[in-house]
């Protein structure tokens, strides 16, 4: 098993392109989660799916759209990069609700000039 | 805004001694769990502690809940140059189910 792989690893976009971070799971997990991380931030939800075809916002959710297509990927789209979205983004998957141990991809660093 | 506080932010020990990192958080939680983050890598759990747990164990992490003082405590014992990373908090709150809120984290360094 692969577990929970983010495409691409790292990223360079100039303000105002757009772009689409693949995360895809292969354990059959319902849920579904991106999260930012800022030096001395933490991990912060943007978009969080329950469940093929749905999808929700999470703390931070601006500037950035998602989709559930299928149950194994969720995919996270900056439609036009602002310079405040070079983070690192993470991926990740659970299987059961009521705060349900969380796996993690290797994550994608993205920086926005 | 950010749920949990771990306190150090940053702790550097020797080989071979304990390691204690503390979280604070605001609301009702079902569970709260612990993370640990190598350089450059995703998170990888550690632990979960659910409301109504006191302690919790796992080879040589030890996890202490305190629901009245809303406060968490993850001890390393014997600790090893491995264990160097970061370590965040998260917890499941009633009500939001599905998500985990996650702290700013510890960064612990160990000296050979």
């Known amino acids: 098993n692969a577990g929970v792989t983010q495409t691409p690893k790292f990223r360079v976009l100039k303000t105002g392109q757009s772009m689409t971070l693949l995360c895809a799971q292969d354990?059959?997990?319902?849920?579904m989660y991106w999260y930012r991380q800022d030096p001395g931030m933490g991990l912060r939800l943007i978009h969080y799916?329950?469940?093929?075809?749905?999808?929700a916002k999470g703390e931070v959710p601006d500037g950035y759209n998602v989709s559930r297509l299928k149950k194994q990927n969720f995919l996270l789209g900056l439609e036009s990069a602002a310079p405040s979205q070079t983070s690192v983004y993470f991926c990740?998957?659970?299987?059961?609700?009521?705060?349900?141990?969380?796996?993690f991809g290797p994550g994608t660093r993205l920086t926005v000039l | 805004s950010q749920q949990g506080e771990e306190d150090p932010q940053a702790l550097s020990i020797q080989e071979g001694e304990n390691a204690t990192m503390n979280c604070s958080y605001k609301t009702s939680i079902n569970n709260l769990q612990w993370y640990r983050q190598n350089s450059g890598r995703g998170l990888v759990h550690l632990i979960l502690?659910?409301?109504?747990?006191r302690e919790k164990h796992s080879g040589r992490l030890r996890v202490t809940l305190d629901t009245s003082k809303k406060s968490s405590s993850l001890l390393i014992t014997a600790s090893r140059a491995a264990d160097t990373a970061s370590y965040f908090c998260a917890t499941g709150f009633i009500g939001g189910n599905e998500k985990l809120t996650f702290g700013t984290g510890t960064r612990l360094t160990i000296i050979p």
């Open positions: 502690i659910r409301s109504n747990e």
């Open positions: 799916s329950v469940g093929e075809g749905t999808t």
């Open positions: 354990m059959n997990h319902e849920y």
């Open positions: 990740a998957s659970s299987a059961w609700t009521s705060g349900g141990e969380q796996f």
